[in-house]
C-alpha cells in the first residue's frame, strides 16, 4: 500500500490564477506559503518559509478563484505530482504540485490584527435561541436517566 496525501495550512502568495482547458474545465493555480519558527544552539530564534504550488480542477478552482486573495489563510488536502517539461533552452524542468482533492477557508485577515469578534462593537443583550432563527437550537428531555434501565 502507498500513501501519497499532502496536507498545508498556509496563506496564499498571490491572489489565485484561473483558467480554462480546452475541455471547459477550471484550473486555478496558486502558491501556499507556510512559515517555521525554532531556536539554533545559541538560542537565537529563526525563522524560515516553505512554498508550496498547488493546482484545484473544476468547483474547486471557480471557489478559490472567487473568494481566496492574497494574505488569505486556506487549508488544502490532496496528492503530490511531480510534471516536467523541456523549456526554449532545451534544458529539463521540473515541478512539484499538489494537486487538490479537498480544502476549506481560513478566517478572514481583520486590519490591525483584530479578530472578528474583537472588531464587533459589544451587543447589550445577547440574542435568545427563542427569538433568533439564525440557532438550530436543540431542545432535550427533561428526564432523568435511571443507571438501571441500560441494557448493558
Given at each position: 500500500?502507498?500513501?501519497n496525501k499532502?496536507?498545508?495550512?498556509?496563506n496564499?502568495t498571490?491572489?489565485?490564477?484561473?483558467?480554462?482547458?480546452p475541455?471547459?474545465?477550471k484550473v486555478?493555480?496558486?502558491?501556499?506559503?507556510t512559515?517555521r519558527?525554532?531556536?539554533?544552539a545559541?538560542g537565537a530564534?529563526k525563522?524560515?518559509?516553505?512554498?508550496h504550488n498547488?493546482?484545484?480542477?473544476g468547483?474547486?478552482?471557480?471557489l478559490i478563484?472567487?473568494y481566496?486573495?492574497?494574505g488569505?489563510?486556506?487549508?488544502v488536502?490532496?496528492?503530490?505530482q511531480t510534471?516536467?517539461w523541456?523549456?526554449?533552452?532545451?534544458?529539463?524542468k521540473?515541478r512539484?504540485?499538489i494537486?487538490?482533492e479537498?480544502?476549506q477557508?481560513?478566517p478572514k485577515?481583520?486590519a490591525?490584527?483584530m479578530?472578528?469578534?474583537s472588531?464587533?462593537?459589544?451587543?447589550?443583550?445577547?440574542?435568545?435561541?427563542?427569538?433568533?432563527?439564525?440557532?438550530?437550537a436543540?431542545?432535550?428531555?427533561n428526564?432523568?436517566?435511571n443507571?438501571?434501565d441500560?441494557?448493558?
Amino acid at each position: 500500500m502507498y500513501i501519497n496525501k499532502a496536507t498545508i495550512l498556509g496563506n496564499l502568495t498571490r491572489d489565485p490564477e484561473v483558467k480554462s482547458i480546452p475541455t471547459g474545465t477550471k484550473v486555478a493555480t496558486f502558491s501556499l506559503a507556510t512559515n517555521r519558527s525554532w531556536k539554533d544552539a545559541n538560542g537565537a530564534r529563526k525563522d524560515a518559509s516553505e512554498y508550496h504550488n498547488v493546482v484545484a480542477f473544476g468547483r474547486q478552482a471557480e471557489l478559490i478563484g472567487q473568494y481566496a486573495k492574497k494574505g488569505s489563510s486556506l487549508f488544502v488536502e490532496g496528492r503530490l505530482q511531480t510534471r516536467s517539461w523541456d523549456d526554449p533552452s532545451g534544458q529539463k524542468k521540473y515541478r512539484t504540485e499538489i494537486i487538490l482533492e479537498n480544502f476549506q477557508f481560513g478566517p478572514k485577515p481583520q486590519a490591525g490584527g483584530m479578530t472578528e469578534m474583537s472588531a464587533r462593537p459589544a451587543q447589550k443583550e445577547a440574542p435568545s435561541p427563542e427569538n433568533d432563527d439564525s440557532f438550530d437550537a436543540i431542545e432535550y428531555p427533561n428526564e432523568d436517566i435511571n443507571v438501571d434501565d441500560i441494557p448493558f
